[in-house]
């Protein structure tokens, strides 16, 4: 074969190689990695600077009650409650935060209390509250107003691939600490177990029998 054809071969075959070679992001494209859902964590505080008088005002304790109603729906752990140190009156604030806490459905093993110990020109040093949340989104995703649509110099993945569809989906998940393994599964039914066991052993069908509105009966 002469030279000439060798190298032609050769050129060939090199093209086609880089032709089936994959970018990094065109990697993470095909292996569902671009843009995948992260969690990001807030702590929320609420702080109460009226210890002095040693009880809570009626909108202070309004304040408590909307707190305790957002940990309820987004809270993850506990409510800490840090009190300055030193405070006489904190004792007795932090019982009525307690007790609002509970009237509100916070049970007592999802309240922390501890202290600080505030500046030393800090003369009224708040008590304050917090507990942390964590929220679910698609980061590095952009606008579809900020893409060319005209440049066409290349047939990679638009910034924004993958976008929608995992933006819809975190927004729809309801406990995004659920992500990081944050929450303990509950036990399971025992009586519904035997139950079916049961009728497993009589040779009975094991499924639940339906109402006419959809509800199970067993």
């Not at 109460?48 to 009650?65: H, M, P, T």
């Not at 109402?211 to 009966?217: K, Y």
Request: glycine share 8%; net charge negative; hydrophobic share 35%.
């Amino acid at each position: 074969m002469s030279n000439w054809k060798t190298f032609a071969l050769l050129g060939a075959s090199i093209l086609a190689v880089t032709s089936c070679s994959q970018s990094a992001e065109t990697l993470q494209v095909s292996n569902a990695k671009h843009r995948e859902i992260e969690v990001k964590e807030e702590t929320h505080y609420l702080e109460l600077s009226n210890l002095a008088q040693g009880y809570l005002k009626q909108e202070d304790r309004r304040r408590v009650e909307d707190f305790a109603l957002k940990f309820g729906k987004d809270g993850y752990g506990p409510i800490v409650l840090s009190a300055p140190e030193g405070s006489q009156q904190a004792p007795r604030i932090i019982a009525s935060i307690k007790s609002i806490l509970s009237q509100s459905g916070v049970l007592p093993d999802k309240i922390t209390v501890g202290g600080y110990r505030p500046a030393a020109n800090e003369a009224a040093a708040p008590l304050v509250m917090a507990f942390k949340t964590y929220e679910a989104h698609v980061p590095g995703c952009s606008t579809v107003n900020e893409h060319d649509w005209t440049d066409l110099s290349s047939n990679t993945a638009l910034p924004s691939f993958g976008c929608a569809v995992n933006e819809n989906i975190a927004m729809m998940i309801a406990k995004p600490g659920d992500l990081l393994g944050q929450r303990e599964i509950g036990p399971g039914d025992s009586s519904r177990q035997l139950t079916v066991y049961e009728k497993y052993r009589l040779g009975e069908s094991t499924a639940s029998s339906q109402e006419a509105d959809g509800g199970s009966t067993q």
